[in-house]
């Protein structure tokens, strides 16, 4: 079994900063893929950033260069750091990560998401 414990959400002033974090725990070999994906009231999910196992990363036009998302592979985490918000970016933040467990099976696994209010 693997468990996601996400933290780092709360509320935030536009132009400010939070950083979310991601750990996954139990029987884990290894960790293909992670992402951090978001979901606004009345939207849908969409995907925010990614980063593979080989440390290549992609993100939302939304997000380019105000968003960085990173990986402690040795820890079994993924963190999504978050500068300049905007109102826009007020959302519930979901991390999911793609896990090969230790008898070789391979799911894709989420966390129980994070809110994220952005609001002057």
């Known amino acids: 079994q693997v468990q996601l414990v996400e933290s780092g959400g709360g509320l935030v002033q536009p132009g400010g900063s939070l950083r979310l974090s991601c750990a996954a725990s139990?029987?884990?070999?290894?960790?293909?893929?992670m992402g951090w994906y978001r979901q606004a009231p009345g939207k849908q999910r969409e995907s925010v950033a990614s980063?593979?196992?080989?440390?290549?990363?992609n993100y939302a036009d939304s997000v380019k260069g105000r968003f960085t998302i990173s990986r402690h592979n040795a820890l079994n985490m993924v963190y999504l750091q978050m500068n300049s918000l905007k109102d826009e970016d007020t959302a519930v933040y979901y991390c999911?990560?793609?896990?090969?467990?230790?008898?070789?099976?391979?799911?894709?696994?989420w966390g129980q998401g994070t809110q994220v209010t952005v609001s002057s």
């Open positions: 999911n990560l793609r896990i090969t467990d230790k008898a070789f099976s391979t799911y894709d696994y």
């Open positions: 980063i593979t196992s080989g440390g290549s990363t």
């Open positions: 139990g029987s884990i070999r290894s960790i293909n893929f």
